[in-house]
């Protein structure tokens, strides 16, 4: 599935981030009756990523997949905060507008994190977390982000923009990166829009907004599936949540994009949460 025919299927929530009026574009996919699973991206991703993912998972589950507030097909505007704090604010929302009862998150990147503070304050309605390559505690920015949320980013050519991300795709894959998904992997931020709004959700990595967190009110199931040769978030991170929430660490061979270059061991490993884990 390209990214074109991905956006086409994809409906919008209104939502609000501290007053703001902005809208947030998911996909949902309603082949099962097991728990609700909502997928999180990070950055510089949108809900794309999960395209070979989320569509297995749906067939036994109801699955959300949306774009963060800044990214993919949601408000890319500027004039509001696209942090983790923000972006748990839409997650609240979707989740409250879209599901009932408890939901299962997984989430990679930045996404773990917005995955980790909604948990943190609504731990009733998350019945497990699947973590890849997830922020958490103090690990992060990281170089790359931190330089694209430079001032003088918002204003650079979007062919520069297309090169710098897209280079990180083409690089960044454990094995060949295919031209289908780098293509949709940039296209969202290549216009004056898109590049102000990667800069300004770029320099909304908060350090903070992680570490502020009470790690001991997260009370769920927890599942990390993670790149192991990953340097943008390493594997010691994983294995320090599980340490304190529990759960289990599954290793898998890949760098930072374990959800588009492991796909089917993921949706493997994530099905057997989902059934011998959570039941």
């Known amino acids: 599935m390209d990214h074109e025919q991905w956006s086409a299927g994809q409906d919008e929530l209104a939502v609000t981030v501290d007053g703001h009026d902005l809208t947030a574009a998911y996909r949902e996919f309603e082949g099962g009756s097991g728990p609700p699973v909502v997928f999180v991206h990070g950055i510089p991703t949108w809900s794309y990523l999960w395209r070979d993912i989320a569509p297995e998972i749906g067939s036994d589950h109801h699955v959300i997949v949306p774009d963060l507030v800044g990214y993919g097909n949601s408000s890319m505007h500027d004039g509001f905060d696209r942090s983790i704090r923000a972006q748990e604010q839409v997650l609240e929302q979707l989740i409250d507008e879209l599901t009932a009862g408890e939901v299962v998150l997984a989430a990679h990147d930045i996404g773990g994190g917005v995955a980790l503070r909604y948990t943190a304050h609504n731990s009733d309605r998350v019945a497990g977390l699947v973590m890849s390559n997830a922020v958490c505690y103090d690990s992060w920015p990281v170089?790359?982000?931190?330089?694209?949320?430079?001032?003088?980013?918002?204003?650079?050519?979007?062919?520069?923009?297309?090169?710098?991300?897209?280079?990180?795709?083409?690089?960044?894959?454990?094995?060949?990166?295919?031209?289908?998904?780098?293509?949709?992997?940039?296209?969202?931020?290549?216009?004056?829009?898109?590049?102000?709004?990667?800069?300004?959700?770029?320099?909304?990595?908060?350090?903070?907004?992680?570490?502020?967190?009470?790690?001991?009110?997260?009370?769920?199931?927890?599942?990390?599936?993670?790149?192991?040769?990953?340097?943008?978030?390493?594997?010691?991170?994983?294995?320090?949540?599980?340490?304190?929430?529990?759960?289990?660490?599954?290793?898998?061979?890949?760098?930072?994009?374990?959800?588009?270059?492991r796909s089917e061991e993921y949706v493997e490993q994530f099905q057997q949460f989902l059934t011998e884990t959570l039941g």
Request: hydrophobic share 35%; glycine share 10%.
């Open 143 to 261: 170089e790359f982000i931190s330089d694209l949320g430079l001032p003088e980013t918002g204003h650079a050519p979007v062919e520069q923009i297309e090169k710098q991300v897209g280079g990180a795709f083409e690089a960044g894959v454990y094995d060949e990166a295919d031209d289908e998904f780098v293509e949709g992997m940039v296209a969202p931020w290549l216009s004056e829009e898109g590049v102000t709004s990667l800069s300004r959700c770029a320099v909304s990595t908060n350090t903070n907004h992680t570490t502020e967190l009470d790690y001991d009110s997260i009370d769920t199931e927890l599942l990390c599936l993670w790149g192991g040769e990953d340097t943008f978030q390493p594997i010691e991170y994983g294995e320090r949540l599980v340490d304190d929430l529990g759960g289990e660490m599954v290793e898998l061979a890949a760098y930072h994009w374990l959800p588009y270059d």
